[in-house]
């Protein structure tokens, strides 16, 4: 079953823990490439400066922060990845949530060749381990770019399901790659399913 537009609409940390085990699906020419989210960032905007929209700033690629929750927030870093961020609250609260990692679960072999060009089972022990462990690599598999910003998540190109019932262990830390931010840097806004290998703990933003 799809997330409705009243998940979204939520305060953003408790956003960001619940999306954990929820499954991101991209649609792509009648083909539905499908991950588990394991691992989220959470972005407070006016007040933390951590994110883009901090003191209430605001630019042309920043207008999607501002928009109704549910909508994707897709931006380029190091001019070369993509991050795919769900926007929360409600409008005119410039706050999102990082999706970091996911769980490949359906359309591997495509994903893989987004990634790599080759089949999964043609893939070395370190690619496997470093498949989608990260913002740009989930983004390369799933084919996420900047296309995709203002996109509607309540919508039938890119969404996301509730996924299976589970229960599992969320661990709460710091965010990544973001020294810059102060304060903000030592926020415990960062989590992510226990035990899970797909995690990025490396840190390594890309």
């Given at each position: 079953?799809?997330?409705?537009?009243?998940?979204?609409?939520?305060?953003?940390?408790?956003?960001?823990?619940?999306?954990?085990?929820?499954?991101?699906?991209?649609?792509?020419?009648?083909?539905?490439?499908?991950?588990?989210?394991?691992?989220?960032?959470?972005?407070?905007?006016?007040?933390?400066?951590?994110?883009?929209?901090?003191?209430?700033?605001?630019?042309?690629?920043?207008?999607?922060?501002?928009?109704?929750?549910?909508?994707?927030?897709?931006?380029?870093?190091?001019?070369?990845?993509?991050?795919?961020?769900?926007?929360?609250?409600?409008?005119?609260?410039?706050?999102?949530?990082?999706?970091?990692?996911?769980?490949?679960?359906?359309?591997?072999d495509e994903m893989s060749k987004n990634r790599?060009?080759?089949?999964?089972?043609?893939?070395?022990?370190?690619?496997?381990?470093?498949?989608?462990?990260g913002p740009g690599k989930l983004s390369m598999?799933?084919?996420?770019?900047?296309?995709?910003?203002?996109?509607?998540?309540?919508?039938?190109?890119?969404?996301?399901?509730?996924g299976q019932k589970e229960t599992f262990k969320?661990?709460?830390?710091?965010?990544?790659?973001?020294?810059?931010?102060?304060?903000?840097?030592?926020?415990?806004?960062?989590?992510?399913?226990?035990?899970?290998?797909?995690?990025?703990?490396?840190?390594?933003?890309?």
């Amino acid at each position: 079953m799809k997330l409705t537009r009243e998940f979204y609409s939520r305060d953003t940390i408790t956003v960001a823990k619940e999306l954990l085990g929820k499954v991101l699906v991209h649609n792509i020419g009648g083909q539905n490439l499908k991950g588990r989210i394991v691992e989220t960032e959470a972005y407070l905007g006016l007040k933390d400066k951590a994110a883009h929209s901090y003191g209430g700033k605001k630019t042309k690629r920043l207008e999607t922060m501002y928009g109704i929750p549910g909508t994707a927030y897709v931006y380029l870093i190091y001019g070369m990845y993509y991050c795919f961020n769900i926007v929360t609250e409600k409008k005119g609260i410039p706050e999102a949530v990082l999706i970091r990692a996911i769980e490949p679960i359906q359309g591997i072999d495509e994903m893989s060749k987004n990634r790599f060009g080759q089949n999964y089972t043609n893939l070395s022990k370190y690619q496997r381990e470093n498949f989608t462990n990260g913002p740009g690599k989930l983004s390369m598999a799933l084919k996420i770019d900047k296309i995709l910003d203002k996109a509607d998540l309540c919508g039938d190109k890119i969404y996301l399901e509730y996924g299976q019932k589970e229960t599992f262990k969320i661990v709460e830390t710091k965010r990544i790659g973001i020294d810059y931010a102060e304060e903000a840097k030592d926020f415990p806004y960062r989590f992510y399913i226990e035990g899970n290998h797909n995690v990025s703990l490396i840190k390594k933003f890309e």
